[in-house]
């Protein structure tokens, strides 16, 4: 049973009013006229073009907007005998908004989605971001018809980026996600993906909606469901992924959604990820990597700044209890060097993530403040990255990516060890 209570009536009433579908579509929103109008015509094109014959509705999780963003969820709906060029609408495709609190990468909005598809008795579902300017029709058949012809339970993107783009996936979550589950899913924080309804039922009963990983880390405790559990995983190639213009986003917000989640399913899920040898590959469907090297202005002093006066800040209140004193040294010579030689080397930056990991576990101290304390390490991960990578090609870039994720895998034991006894 759906947890209804979550649910307001209003929202049940439209529900209803839907009926049983095959495919429900998610987008969460808060102020995004701007680009989720795009978003919105390019999900309902291609759910015309790609699945006419299935019952469809688009689903908008609303938090708080101001600028009539759900006006545009609600107008995107196309009845029985709309048609246009191309496509055939043999069926209603039905487009609801709903209010949900928080914000857009809380957990209240994936809660709405499952709970609404749990009611619909959706076999499909897919979540895409009001921000992604690149988006096209196609990108909805790319992530849903693995799920609904293919029996997949999660489909993640893989995109198109610049060799200095998401580099927290490329540093952390995705080498560790991969030395941890043995799965090599590169996306394992996805803002555009599908899963099935059986994985979706799976996560809406698990007791951990009212814990905080869950509120700001919802896609990556998806995922770690499904690699921890018995779901069948893939990745699909999407294209170039831009986001609209906006706030730059917050290191510290990214870094609870990402590590901090993936830290949290750690204690849930160690049976799962304890037992995982030597990484896999997952199903890929498209280019399994894309990496444009285009020029890009990157102000590394500006991290190396940031690193410095950080890990100085951070030493005695908090760095202490977190890492061991070996670790501890090596990262308190390291500041201490000049910009030009500054180094943050992959099996300390390894080791680092390992015991942090390790004593989130253990909560040596608040794990807020631990989670909190990874955002100044990190910008000296990224100089590094920078500075070795300033003239990489392609191919450079995924080699150097692959021996980061090769450490992970090697200095596994060292956190099994660290979970069981003493760093």
């Not at 928080?102 to 709970?115: R, Y």
């Not at 099994?416 to 006894?421: E, I, R, T, Y």
Request: net charge negative.
């Amino acid at each position: 049973m759906p947890e209804e209570s979550i649910l307001t009536d209003d929202f049940l009433r439209e529900l209803m009013n839907v009926g049983e579908v095959d495919i429900l579509i998610g987008i969460a929103t808060c102020n995004d006229a701007k680009t989720a109008g795009d978003v919105i015509l390019a999900v309902r094109a291609g759910l015309l073009k790609c699945f006419p014959r299935q019952r469809a509705v688009i689903i908008n999780a609303d938090c708080g907007s101001q600028d009539g963003t759900p006006d545009l969820v609600r107008a995107a709906s196309i009845s029985d005998m709309r048609q246009g060029p191309n496509v055939h609408a043999l069926r209603t495709l039905h487009c609801v908004s709903t209010q949900v609190p928080g914000d857009p990468h809380g957990g209240a909005a994936l809660h709405t989605f499952l709970a609404a598809a749990d009611l619909l008795r959706a076999s499909t579902c897919a979540v895409f971001a009001p921000d992604s300017t690149a988006i096209e029709p196609e990108w909805v058949e790319r992530l849903v018809r693995p799920v609904l012809r293919d029996n997949f339970d999660l489909v993640t993107p893989l995109y198109r980026r610049h060799k200095f783009d998401a580099l927290l996936v490329r540093n952390l979550l995705y080498p560790m996600t991969r030395a941890l589950y043995g799965r090599r899913l590169r996306e394992p924080y996805a803002l555009d993906f599908a899963f099935s309804g059986k994985l979706g039922s799976y996560f809406l009963g698990r007791d951990l909606w009212t814990e905080d990983s869950v509120q700001t880390g919802a896609e990556t405790l998806l995922t770690t469901s499904a690699l921890g559990g018995d779901f069948r995983v893939a990745q699909s190639f999407l294209g170039e992924r831009t986001r609209g213009e906006g706030s730059p986003p917050d290191l510290v917000s990214a870094i609870r959604r990402t590590a901090g989640a993936l830290f949290w399913s750690l204690d849930g899920n160690y049976p799962a990820w304890s037992n995982a040898k030597e990484s896999q590959p997952v199903t890929t469907i498209g280019a399994e990597h894309e990496i444009s090297v285009e020029p890009m202005r990157v102000d590394r002093t500006r991290l190396y700044e940031l690193f410095v006066r950080g890990v100085s800040e951070l030493i005695e209140p908090v760095l202490k209890p977190i890492l061991s004193p070996a670790t501890l040294a090596e990262l308190q010579r390291i500041t201490a060097l000049p910009e030009e030689s500054l180094r943050y080397s992959g099996e300390l930056w390894v080791q680092t993530i390992y015991e942090f990991a390790a004593s989130y576990h253990k909560s040596v101290i608040s794990r807020d403040h631990i989670i909190q304390a990874l955002a100044p390490l990190y910008r000296g991960r990224a100089f590094t990255f920078l500075v070795e990578n300033s003239d990489a090609t392609a191919d450079d870039i995924e080699n150097y990516v692959e021996a980061l994720c090769l450490t992970f895998e090697h200095m596994k034991p060292s956190l099994l060890q660290m979970w069981a006894g003493e760093k």
